[in-house]
Structures are given as structure tokens and as C-alpha cells.
């Protein structure tokens, strides 16, 4: 509503969906770009070839019926799934694991910062001030509930100082 106008309130449900989507876009890139890194791109064009025509497939035969709601679950999955297929390769040929005590105390962090979003009232993100107020807010909650996880450290926090 902020920055397209009220006509556009309804597509706030579709960009909760999105924004999962940039998530996966954002792992993906990373063990993508692991995957040059170790020179084994030829073994990923398969991943790429496979979500590119079951998303191209699941495109023609759901949006007609359910519309942008498919479109952005289906862009859900191929984000995702080129994630994980991403993941499984660079793990396949580099022995890589995951530590998901780190990654456990960040998702735990984040969803106390979107219970904190959620709490807020809606009417905040229809101004600037209110929107900045939110940002502000879920940063601070998200790295005080991080801190407190001992997912950050004091030796963490004094090295980014010294930056």
C-alpha cells in the first residue's frame, strides 16, 4: 500500500510467498556459486533443466485454474528446488555439512523477530515513519534474540566494531 497504493493491498499476500522465494534465490546463489567454484557446473545443468521444465509444466496446468497463486508457489518450489539440488551437488563434491546448530539459532531469531512483526499493528506499514519504526524494530529484535542464543558473540561484536 506504502509504495504501490491501496489497489495493490491484496498483493501483500503473494510477496509472503516471494519473499520465501528471494530466500531460496539467495541459498541457491551460494552453493551455485560453490559449484563454479570447485569447476563441477556441467553436473548442475541437469538440476537446472529439470525445475526449469517442471516449473514450466506446473505453469501451464495450474495457473489457468488458480492464477498469480500458483504462479508464486510454483516459483516457490523451482527457487527451492534448485536450492537443494545446489546443495546436495556441492555437499556430493566437497564434503561440505551443514552446521545446523548456527543455522538453528538464526531461524529461531528470525521467528521471534516475525512474531514481532506480526504483533505490530498493520496500520504502521502504511507510512514511512511507521514502515522505518518496523525495520528498526525487527533488526534490533533479531539481533538481540541472536546475541542471547550466543548465536553472535561479544568476540564477534568487537571484531565488527574494529571494522
Known amino acids: ?42 553436473k548442475i545443468i541437469g538440476a537446472y533443466l529439470f525445475i526449469a521444465l517442471s516449473s514450466l509444466l506446473l505453469y501451464v496446468l495450474l495457473i489457468p485454474r488458480w492464477s498469480y497463486w500458483a504462479a508464486a508457489l510454483i516459483t516457490l518450489y523451482s527457487e527451492w528446488g534448485i536450492a537443494y539440488l545446489a546443495i546436495r551437488l556441492a555437499k556430493k563434491h566437497t564434503g561440505f555439512k551443514m552446521n545446523f546448530k548456527v543455522a ?5 531469531a528470525a521467528l521471534i523477530m ?31 534474540s541472536l546475541y542471547l542464543f550466543k548465536g553472535i558473540t561479544k568476540d564477534d561484536l568487537k571484531i565488527l566494531k574494529r571494522r
Open 1 to 42: 500500500t506504502l509504495l504501490a497504493g491501496a489497489e495493490f493491498t491484496a498483493s501483500g499476500s503473494i510477496l509472503k510467498i516471494l519473499i520465501l522465494a528471494v530466500a531460496g534465490i539467495f541459498i541457491g546463489c551460494i552453493f551455485s556459486h560453490a559449484i563454479l567454484a570447485i569447476d563441477q557446473q556441467k
Open 104 to 108: 538453528g539459532k538464526s531461524l529461531l
Open 114 to 144: 516475525g512474531f514481532f512483526i506480526l504483533v505490530l499493528p498493520e496500520s504502521w506499514s502504511g507510512n514511512w515513519l511507521g514502515l522505518l519504526t518496523i525495520i528498526i524494530g525487527a533488526a534490533l529484535v533479531y539481533f538481540i
